[in-house]
């Protein structure tokens, strides 16, 4: 398992469209990609999940993923959050 | 043989035709547990609604955004797990799981604080009506879809049932809810559809297929006639028809009054289609464009360039006059696609200008598109549910920097577009005078007026009958409404369901109505009624 935290620079948060790009990044995983955000567990699989959660602009998440391709997962999605998820 | 009497009349007009009942499926899901043994099979009837609704979604989501995010919920790895734990895991059944898995995840969302997140509880809550379709077999009910001459009876029309009725196919309409000023009465009228509303019990009473004969005008309902009363009825409707060609005659007539003062008489309408039912009675314009259908019948709110292209049609069909009332929803019209929050008196609650003056650039795009439009005819803008002057002072302050926007971006436009406004509450009747000084005209709404007054619900059944525009204080209100309008020269309309009452018309004379605008199927009536006092 690895892990590494970001700050979500959405402007709204992780909204529908944000959440719709890091759900179908994270389907493509081949590790299982969790989001660590206050106390909760978050599928990041899931846009219901995601949204569910109404993470904020400027809060910080903790991206676990575990599996066999973690390391290049972790980068991955990492990246990608923070090159603000396509917005 | 069973004759049944009606008291509330929505639409008049007489019908002969089979009955079809239009019911809301029943949702509530199977409540029982399942063996170990069914579970592979109700987990198998899960995965191919799933991929039934998938299907069905991906080809709506290719001509509209809603769908393709319903798509995406749809396919939701979450919602599918959720699902598919309650069935193996609690061994509940296909559909109680799915109920219960969308209803946790709807109330998450629906909890939330933004309007936005709010929103996609319905989304979800969609996602599992269409599941449970298919998990039901229900077969959804549109009455677009009818090809036969039918009588439509159902508990109660929403606005987005009524506005697929199609008068080819439906004759008549009985409702168990509802009273003459709901939605489905006034559009029920304008199409000219005979319509009985409030006819409790009569669902249990009627069967699809059955033959009725309906006297909407006297309140009549005959289930399953006789050859001889079916025969009666057959040349009663044939009666009315005539004399609704007589009236039609008089359409050649202008509409003056014995003193010679010649009156405006216009109509109530939701869409350019409706214009164009109208424009063969005559009319002299369109007193109310009710824009919220517009808003309504959309998945998403109307974009300025799909909302120009709908005034700009409406305003080239009735280059006389075309008056659109803009956003009016709230109270009891809601949208699709925005969830309001729930309110203890909605009639009290955000709706109207309200929201017009609170969603600025929603508002925007509305006025910039209607100034467009005004390049095309004569168009004037009607503010709903004033009652203070300085909301009209905003609201024409919006409209002023949506006139400046244009201009600089060279967009055509009517610089001396008139602004006006409903009079409606009781506060816009007090301050008549000052109002009167700020706007370009008024349009008394009395459907809304009378409920506001009186402190009567017009749709509560059990006080409809206090529910009355003839009340001393609605008449007196009237009164001064024309008074403090004429005092400063403005035109005064009504575009409230008492315009197009034809007891009313001697006593709007001659308290100095401009204008009436009422439903299509009224004119006729009410000319007849303006004429008669030169006779």
């Known amino acids: 398992m690895v892990s590494q935290k970001v700050i979500i620079t959405n402007p709204s948060g992780l909204h529908a469209r944000p959440a719709s790009v890091l759900a179908q990044a994270a389907g493509k995983c081949g590790s299982d990609v969790l989001l660590l955000y206050g106390e909760k567990q978050i599928q990041a699989k899931s846009i219901l999940n995601i949204m569910a959660a109404a993470i904020k602009s400027g809060s910080e998440v903790e991206i676990r993923c575990s599996g066999e391709t973690e390391e290049e997962d972790l980068k991955k999605i990492v990246a990608l959050i923070e090159s603000g998820l396509g917005e | ?535």
Not at chain 2, 142 to 160: F, N, W
Not at chain 2, 259 to 266: H, M, P, Q, V
Not at chain 2, 301 to 307: G, K, L, N
Not at chain 2, 443 to 468: E, F, H, P
Request: negative net charge; hydrophobic residues 40%.
């Open chain 2, 1 to 535: 043989m069973e004759q049944i009497y009606v008291e509330k009349t929505a639409s008049r007009g007489i019908a002969v035709a089979r009955v079809y009942k239009h019911q809301e499926p029943e949702w509530t899901p199977d409540q029982h547990m399942i063996t170990a043994a069914q579970m592979e099979e109700e987990l198998g009837k899960f995965r191919q609604a799933r991929e039934n609704v998938m299907q069905e979604l991906s080809a709506l989501a290719s001509e509209n955004e809603i769908f393709a995010a319903h798509l995406e919920i749809a396919g939701d790895f979450a919602l599918q797990e959720g699902i598919e734990a309650k069935i193996a895991g609690e061994q509940k059944n296909a559909q109680l799981a799915v109920h219960e898995v969308v209803e946790e995840f709807a109330a998450i969302f629906e909890a939330m604080d933004d309007a936005y997140m709010k929103e996609r509880g319905a989304d979800i809550k969609d996602i599992g009506k269409r599941l449970m379709e298919k998990l039901k077999g229900i077969q959804r009910q549109d009455l677009g879809m009818l090809r036969e001459a039918v009588i439509v009876a159902a508990k109660d029309l929403y606005p987005s049932d009524t506005v697929k009725l199609s008068p080819e196919f439906v004759k008549g309409i009985i409702t168990e809810e509802g009273g003459v000023t709901s939605h489905v009465s006034i559009i029920a009228k304008s199409m000219n559809i005979p319509t009985l509303v409030g006819v409790k019990g009569i669902l249990n009473k009627l069967e699809d297929g059955m033959l009725v004969c309906m006297d909407a005008g006297k309140g009549i309902i005959v289930t399953e006639p006789e050859e001889e009363v079916q025969q009666e009825y057959l040349a009663k409707k044939q009666a009315y028809e005539e004399e609704r060609a007589r009236l039609r005659r008089l359409r050649e007539l202008q509409a003056v009054t014995k003193e010679g003062k010649r009156i405006s008489l216009c109509v109530n309408v939701g869409n350019a289609e409706d214009i164009r039912h109208a424009l063969d009675m005559k009319i002299d314009g369109v007193g109310l464009f009710r824009s919220e259908f517009l808003y309504m019948e959309n998945s998403h709110f109307p974009t300025e360039e799909e909302q120009f292209q709908v005034y700009k049609e409406a305003a080239e069909l009735c280059p006389q006059e075309l008056t659109i009332r803009t956003l009016d929803i709230g109270g009891d019209k809601e949208l699709s696609y925005f969830t309001f929050e729930k309110e203890e008196n909605p009639f009290l609650g955000w709706r109207a200008i309200r929201i017009s003056l609170d969603m600025k650039e929603m508002f925007k795009e509305q006025l910039r598109a209607i100034l467009r439009a005004s390049a095309f005819g004569h168009v004037r803008i009607m503010f709903p549910m004033i009652i203070s002057p300085e909301e009209l002072k905003a609201a024409k302050a919006i409209a002023a920097e949506c006139k400046t926007e244009l201009a600089q971006e060279g967009k055509a436009f009517d610089p001396d577009i008139e602004l006006g406004m409903m009079m409606e509450t009781p506060a816009s009747v007090l301050l008549a005078e000052e109002f009167a000084k700020e706007a370009d005209f008024f349009s008394i709404g009395t459907n809304d007026l009378t409920q506001y007054l009186l402190a009567v619900d017009r749709g509560n059944k059990k006080i409809a009958d206090r529910y009355d525009y003839f009340h001393p204080a609605v008449v007196k209100a009237i009164g001064e409404i024309i008074r403090a309008g004429h005092q400063e020269g403005i035109k005064v309309g009504m575009c409230g369901e008492m315009a197009g009452d034809s007891r009313a018309t001697e006593l709007l004379l001659e308290l100095g109505l401009d204008e009436f605008s009422m439903s299509a199927g009224s004119i006729d009536d009410i000319r007849a009624e303006i004429l008669k006092e030169q006779a």
